[in-house]
Structure formats: C-alpha cells, structure tokens
C-alpha cells in the first residue's frame, strides 16, 4: 500500500513538496514496510506556512474569521458528514499508520466527526457577547470574543486524527488560521483531513499543514513571532519545549502532555460475579486499548489488599489471551507499538522494574509467532507487587504494561491515585455511592471515572492537572482556548471627568 504523496505540505491553499526536497517514509508499525512517502518539511515550510495563515487571517478581516458564524458552523458540519462518508478508508489509514485495531479506526472517526459537529453547534448557538451592566444608563459595555489569530496545532501519534481534531475544530470554530504538524511518525490521516478541510470549502490559508520533525518544524512554530498560540499534545520533555520556546514571543499555550493514570478498585466493587468480571474487564481496557499508547491508559492498577491476588490472577489470565496481531486483520484485539524506539522503551521499563523487584504475572516479552517478527509487538504485561519507588510506577511507559499496588484504607487508595506528577485521569471502582463521591472528590486528576474507564464526550472539558498540561479541549473550554476576550466599553454620553484640575 506504500503511496507516494511528496506534496503532503499545504500553503495558502496549494500541495507542494519540501522546499529542501526532501521525503519521510512512513512505516507500517506491523510489519515495518513503507506505507507512504512523504514531504519532510523544515524551518523554511514552517515559515511559509505561518506568513500564509497569518495573511490569511488579515487582522481578524480575512477570509475565514470574517466569514459569518453560521457559514463557518456549516463548513464544520460539512467536514463532519465528509469523514462520515470517508469512514472505512479513514479507519482503514490511522489503523495502518498507527497500528490500532481497524475498529479503534472506525471509532476515532466517529469521534472525530462528532467534535466537528459540537463546535459547529457550539458557535452557532451563541449569543456573540455578554452585555455587562457598568452602572450607568449612558454606558454600554459588552465583552465579545475573538479569534486568538494564527494558531500553531502540534499533535502526537497516538491518537493522530482525533488530536488534530480536537485543536482544528474549535480553532476554526472561533475564526483563527492554523498551521497543523501532525507527528511524522503518523502523519496519513491529518493530510486526509486537510484535503476534507479543502472539499469542505475552506478559504485558502485557512488551514495550513506541514509535516515534518518536532526540530525543526514544531520548534519553529513554537518560537515564531508571527504565531500567536501553540496548542501542543504530546509527550512532557518536547511540551516543556514548546513552553519555553513560546516564552520569548509570549504566545498563547496550551498543553496535553502525559498521564500515569490510577485505576482504584474497592473490593466492594467485586463482591458480585458481575461486579468481579466487570472490574477486571475494564482494567485490562484500561491498561491495554491501542496497545497502552494512550495518555489516559489505567496503567496503575491500586487494588484493596483483600482483593489484590483473586483481581490480579484473573486479570493476568485474561492478558495472556489477548489476540495481537496486524490491527487489520480480523479478530485482532491488540495491534503493534508505534515504532521500534517505542519498543524498546517498554522492553527497557519492564526490565527495570524486575530489577527493582516486580513480579511478573503476564507478558514481559514480545510475542513469537512468526508472522509478527518483522513488527513492534509486545505482549500484554502485567506487573504485580509494585510501588512509589519503582520508575515504572512514575513514569509514563506508554506501552502495554500495567503495574499493581496495593492499599488497605480509602485515604491510602486516595494518597496512592495522587501520588503522581500528573493528573490526567482516574478511576475508582466501588459498589458504595457515598465512597464513590468522596474518591472522586478527592482525586488530583482532569478526567474522574467512577465504575467506567476510558469515555469521553465532546461537550465535556479534556485535559490535566500537573504536568499533564495547561488547559482544556473539547467543551466551551476547549473553544476558549482560541479566543480572545474583548470588552467594549461605549460611554454613551461623553463629559470631561476633571480629574486633572488646570
Ligand atoms: P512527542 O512529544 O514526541 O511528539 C509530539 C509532537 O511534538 C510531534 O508532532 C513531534 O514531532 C512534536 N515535537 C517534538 N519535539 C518538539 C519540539 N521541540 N518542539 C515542537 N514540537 C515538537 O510525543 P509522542 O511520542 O508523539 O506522543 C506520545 C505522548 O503524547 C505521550 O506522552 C502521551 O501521553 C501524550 N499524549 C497526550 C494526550 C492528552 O490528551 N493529554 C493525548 C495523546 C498523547
């Protein structure tokens, strides 16, 4: 399936190659064949792409910011029912580029469209500004909102087309241009989208799109003066970055950097058959989905005391059964990890976590059928006897590996669940309310599920507490994000206020 597509760079509305002519294969991680070639950009594409959003932006008066909110909600809604139209081929691509099941494809899709579909509704149900009584009769004072300007959207490979769409739809949505560089790991689906983008009828210069590395492409959007906000999701050593790259400049930023997510399980959550079979359903969910490489993934399991060796043993059981295998092919329930580099990593955490004295229950290897030798797999692993002191335990693998800990008390589990750098997400599983309240209530983290692991929905707020970034996507927060606040103050009936006296 290797496809040529050298022009994947998009300016003010044109496709062309890098300006140094250079090209990036693009690797399928289950096999390690070439699945596309495709532009590598460099600083000089970065700069060309940004003066174009920027002069497409013209102020706040170009083309698409000054393009009416209904206009700019129904070209949303067009880009929804475009990937719904292109739901197989697009599944179809992230799953070969990412190596997610070809149903996770499918269902990224769906979400995708969704996102489009709320911030289209979310604009075109606004008022367009919030009148502010001042005090007086003769004031009139309004607060509206205006698009940030040009927006620079870096995003990972994890979640390709979903992360792009998360950023490029809310940053539309409020009227900015944009630049987008998707990873140059998986970068197939964000061009897909971007030519959506085009079919859909957006204005040239609107959406700009460079591939290419995170230096020099991302570092570049990151530092550039006519760049007015970075949205970056992606990993904490590139987001702080991009942090301080943007200080000079003092940008906008907003970041979605990593998660080392707590999934507590109270023993009253299994006291059922349902109630046990449910629980450990979801942790392997939890930890397991798209091979571990999510930023949400449960990948620390913190199980009641009582309850640690019937969960555990159960759940390494049914870890040993998961079929991995090309993310196409059917029946697959976990594919491949991204790259080889992301490999080794996980190989490299699990030994490190022996050494410090976990015990293996599942995995810790890569498979040996035949036919997967050429590709990134690793089994699903589970790690018991795990704690605090363990770099696995504090660190991100984003692999599949999850770690056990244990607690006896509600305050330790809530102690346990916080005791993280980040704050991304957490479970907690109980059968009691009131406790579930209180966890909950307690827990440092962005996104609280209670007896769920892993939903999201596009009208709620996405993001972390910590160092799991700065801001929200999704939600009337992730539409903030991209705008300006702007009070209007208008004195209706002007006099001298005289507090110079002469
Ligand atoms: P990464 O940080 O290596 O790369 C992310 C993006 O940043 C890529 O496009 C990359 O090219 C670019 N980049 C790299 N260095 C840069 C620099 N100096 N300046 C500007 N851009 C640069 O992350 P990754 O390995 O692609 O993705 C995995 C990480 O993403 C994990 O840590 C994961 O938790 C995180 N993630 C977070 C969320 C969330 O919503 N919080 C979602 C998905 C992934």
């Known amino acids: 399936m ?37 532009a590598e950009g460099g600083a000089e594409d970065a700069d060309a792409a940004i003066a174009a959003a920027h002069e497409a932006f013209g102020n706040g008066r170009g083309p698409w910011p ?23 081929e697009l599944g179809l691509l992230e799953s070969r ?14 979400c995708v469209a969704d996102a489009f579909r709320y911030f289209a509704d979310l604009v075109a149900g606004e008022s367009g500004g919030r009148v502010v009584d001042a005090g007086s009769p003769d004031v009139h004072s309004v607060v509206v909102h205006e698009p940030v300007g040009v927006c620079a959207l ?38 897909a989208l971007v030519r959506l983008l085009v079919e859909a009828g957006l204005p040239d210069g609107a959406a700009n799109l460079v591939t290419g590395p995170g230096d020099p492409v991302g570092a570049r959007m990151a530092e550039h003066p006519l760049v007015d906000l970075v949205s970056f999701t992606g990993g904490l ?10 200080a000079d400049t003092v940008k906008k930023v907003a970041l979605e950097l990593g998660g080392k997510n707590p999934n507590v399980v109270f023993a009253d959550a299994c006291t059922t058959a349902e109630g046990f079979d449910t629980a450990v359903d979801q942790a392997l969910n939890a930890a397991f ?43 697959v329930e976990c594919g491949p990890l991204v790259s080889a580099a992301q490999l080794a990593r996980t190989e490299d955490f699990v030994a490190s976590a022996l050494a410090e004295g976990a015990v293996l229950r599942a995995g810790g290897e890569r498979p040996d059928e035949p036919g997967l030798a050429d590709g990134w797999f690793y089994r699903p692993t589970v790690l018991d006897r795990c704690h605090r002191g363990m ?11 999850l770690t056990v800990e244990t607690f006896r008390t509600e305050d330790e589990a809530v102690a346990l669940a916080n005791d993280t750098e980040y704050g991304l997400a957490g479970a907690v599983w109980t059968a009691d309310a009131g406790r579930a309240r209180r966890v909950a209530g307690r827990l440092r983290h962005g996104t609280v599920w209670i007896n769920d692991f892993h939903p999201y929905l596009p009208q709620a707020e996405w993001g972390g507490f910590g160092k799991s970034g700065i801001g929200r996507e999704l939600g009337p927060a992730g539409l903030a994000e991209y705008r300006e606040s702007k009070h209007v103050y208008q004195n209706l009936a002007p006099r001298p206020v005289r507090w110079f006296k002469g």
């Open 2 to 38: 290797s496809e040529h597509q050298e022009k994947s760079i998009h300016v003010a509305g044109e496709w062309r190659t890098a300006a140094s002519g250079a090209t990036r294969e693009v690797l399928d991680p289950a096999d390690a064949t070439v699945l596309a070639v495709v």
């Open 66 to 88: 000054a393009t009416p909110v209904a206009e700019r909600a129904a070209l949303l809604r067009r880009v929804a029912d475009l990937l719904r139209r292109d739901r197989e």
């Open 97 to 110: 580029d990412a190596g997610k099941t070809l149903e996770e494809g499918r269902v990224d899709v769906d």
């Open 154 to 191: 870096i995003t990972p490979w994890n979640y390709p087309l979903l992360q792009a769409s998360w950023k490029i739809a809310p940053a539309l949505a409020a009227g900015n241009t944009v630049v987008v560089k998707p990873s140059e790991i998986t970068p197939l689906t964000t061009i």
């Open 237 to 246: 050593a590139s987001g702080t970055r991009v942090m301080r790259a943007a």
């Open 289 to 331: 989905v798209h091979s571990g490489q999510v930023c949400s993934a449960g990948s620390r399991l913190i199980v009641e005391e009582s309850l640690r060796e019937r969960f555990v043993a159960e759940l390494a059981r049914r870890a040993d059964r998961i079929r991995i295998g090309r993310g196409t092919d059917p029946g």
């Open 391 to 401: 770099r696995i335990v504090r660190e991100e693998v984003f692999g599949p590996v």
